[in-house]
């Protein structure tokens, strides 16, 4: 290789292809689609009928930076406890727009519950178990009309579980008949897609407005996701709901569903995402949320949260003090970003850069806003601190830590004060 050569063809290009341009709909507050910013939504996992731990879940999953909540309505219990969820939310100033999720018998309790039906930003509905047989169609309209009584968004949430059977049936029928028939998992995928679309087109020819409609389907396998969300931008301009479904828990959970999202984002795809994260037992619901924001963030999508960029550490790095060091400052920062987001416009943009030595410590720092390279095993016990790429003061002793926050506190102000400033 020539190491005096430009960079070859595509170099110059770095970043996710233009937009799939979807239709944007309106959910309560916040828009979906149409080229506004890729919104992050999640999902409660209490009984909607308990009101109390149910508002309690949706404030935690909002105040983590959900933009939409999800809650099962399966129940008339449930489906009474919306509307009281949603004035104590409302009560505490929480107005994040709450979406209820429906199946089997959404258009009974949408129907018999006018106030839940009002409460609600948005219906979730599946085409594949909204109703069987002669009841479906008429099942389903109930739900369409109903949506459009009240003016409610409609979300046609197909998924692998709960496929359409008649329409996997009559597909499977047709391939079996061609003279080179597909796999069967190639007639399910489109099984998902036709089933998604074909429920959209009868939704708007009842009269809901293609700005009401938002289409997912939802699968569990990375692969199968990646195809099935393609194939379905490529047929329609709908907003699009991205989520694998049946995640996981764990790291598994979140990095299955980064893999799948993160390729369908890169292409234009997608305009609102949900990681559905089996949480631990106990675990803590708001997983999702992060999960999610970090990959919109990682990508370049949204800023969220300042980012703390620390090395995975090494042999160089053999006392705990820089572990200690990257944990602190990231902890730190999240629990001042309450305070910062109000005082501080656009702090969520902020890199900070904490690494282990001197190896690739002072270039990584360099790349941040503010970073600092800590000693490594056998290196002169100081930690130079870099600014806007240039090496600004050196660190010593025990007191490093609280410097350093002193010196990230002081470039906050300084950066993002003056901002506030000019706004006044
Ligand atoms: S920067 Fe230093 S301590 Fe960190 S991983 Fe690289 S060599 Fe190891």
Not at 305 to 310: F, I, R
Request: aromatic letters at 4%.
């Amino acid at each position: 290789m020539n190491e005096r050569a430009l960079p070859c063809l595509g170099a110059e290009h770095s970043g996710p292809q233009p937009r799939h341009l979807t239709v944007p709909v309106r959910v309560g507050n916040v828009l979906v689609g149409g080229g506004a910013p890729i919104v992050v939504q999640s999902m409660t996992n209490t009984d909607t009928a308990d009101i109390a731990a149910t508002v309690a879940q949706v404030a935690a999953l909002a105040r983590q930076g959900s933009e939409l909540v999800r809650i099962t309505v399966d129940r008339d219990e449930a489906a009474a406890a919306v509307p009281k969820i949603r004035e104590r939310l409302d009560r505490v100033g929480i107005d994040v727009p709450l979406i209820g999720d429906f199946h089997y018998i959404g258009h009974k309790l949408l129907a018999e519950h006018p106030a839940c039906a009002e409460a609600l930003a948005k219906y979730r509905i599946n085409p594949g178990n909204v109703g069987f047989k002669d009841k479906k169609d008429r099942q389903f309209g109930q739900i369409v009309e109903l949506a459009i009584k009240h003016r409610k968004a409609v979300r046609i949430g197909a998924n692998w579980g709960s496929l359409d059977q008649e329409l996997l049936t009559a597909l499977m029928d047709e391939n079996a008949l061609q003279p080179r028939p597909l796999d069967a998992r190639a007639i399910m995928r489109e099984a998902m897609v036709q089933s998604a679309l074909l429920s959209a087109v009868r939704a708007e020819e009842i009269g809901l407005g293609k700005d009401q409609i938002i289409l997912s389907a939802k699968v569990s396998g990375v692969q199968d996701l990646i195809t099935v969300y393609r194939m379905l931008a490529q047929r329609s301009d709908y907003a699009i709901h991205l989520g694998l479904t049946e995640a996981g828990m764990g790291s598994k959970g979140i990095v299955a569903s980064s893999a799948a999202l993160g390729i369908l984002l890169q292409e234009g795809i997608g305009d609102t995402i949900r990681f559905s994260l089996t949480p631990e037992p106990g675990g803590d619901r708001t997983l999702e949320v992060k999960a999610a924001q970090e990959l919109l963030q990682t990508m370049g999508f949204r800023a969220f949260v300042p980012q703390v960029a620390a090395c995975p550490g090494c042999g160089r790095t053999t006392s705990t003090v820089f572990q200690e060091l990257a944990r602190d400052i990231q902890d730190w920062i999240a629990g001042s970003m309450q305070d910062w987001k109000t005082r501080y416009p656009g702090v969520e943009a902020l890199n900070v850069a904490v690494m282990g030595c001197i190896v690739n410590g002072p270039g990584e720092s360099k790349h941040a806003d503010i970073g600092i390279s800590l000693p490594g095993t056998g290196e002169e016990p100081t930690a130079p601190v870099f600014v806007d790429g240039k090496k600004v003061k050196t660190l010593r002793g025990p007191a490093i830590a609280a410097e350093f926050k002193a010196m990230v506190a002081d470039y906050v102000t300084q950066r993002y004060g003056r901002r506030a400033d000019a706004a006044e």
